[in-house]
């Protein structure tokens, strides 16, 4: 039985007065025991958030990126894996949409990252997820399975028992529009069979969360599919009423 997970990517959102205010607000919420939950805030914010209270009632602590390189360096500007252990995180994002297309990150260097935070010891949450151009020529499987095997290629199967995936339709994410329950389960059991195909257990165990536009009144039909696992949520991750309504909803 795998365990739901709920996400929160806070992106380039907050200062250090709004993000107190809003752990303040998470933290006058009710939070289902038997669901995992996550937040993903700015990389400035880490050590606040890691500070907080929220971390001993258990939440995972995760950045939203890191470095290609594992080994601290002269690598200007980035943040390696390694850092992020080192200020208590315990996930990270690899291969946000937004880090594909408007940072050009391209397949080769997201693995090179996945590789980087499993060997500092941290869970990649490996975004995948197809434009909308790519939906529109029936393309979507086909994008999405690309992205995949660009990591499992490298990494081999064995790699996803501590890796979580997100598949995360671009077309959904931050426009007010969901992938329907049936088009996000059709994805995610494809994902799922796919790597059932390289390792049943590993297949049938690996988290796969759902992302674009998840909200409180759209979670519970999502997370009811059989390979939806949860949700990493973008804008409505930084509303506290909203984010505990989504989690209970994973908890249901
Ligand atoms: C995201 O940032 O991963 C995301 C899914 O954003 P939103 O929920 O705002 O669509």
Redesign the pocket.
Known sequence: MRQKLVAG?W?MFGCRASVEQLLLDLAAQEYPANVGIAVFPNFLHLQQVSQNLLLQKKWNLGAQDCATELELGAFTGEVSAKQLADVNCSMVLVG?S?RRILQFESDQVICRKFIAAQSAGLIPIL?LGESLAEREAGKAEETVLTQLNAVLQEVGVGAFKHAIIAY?PVW????GLTATPEQAQEIHGIIRGYLKQHDELIGQSVQILY????KAANAAELFAMADIDGG?????SLNAEEFSAICRAAGN
């Open positions: 990517n992106k946000h937004e975004c995360e959904a994410i931050g426009t992302g674009g536009s998840v990493l949520v973008g804008g409505a």
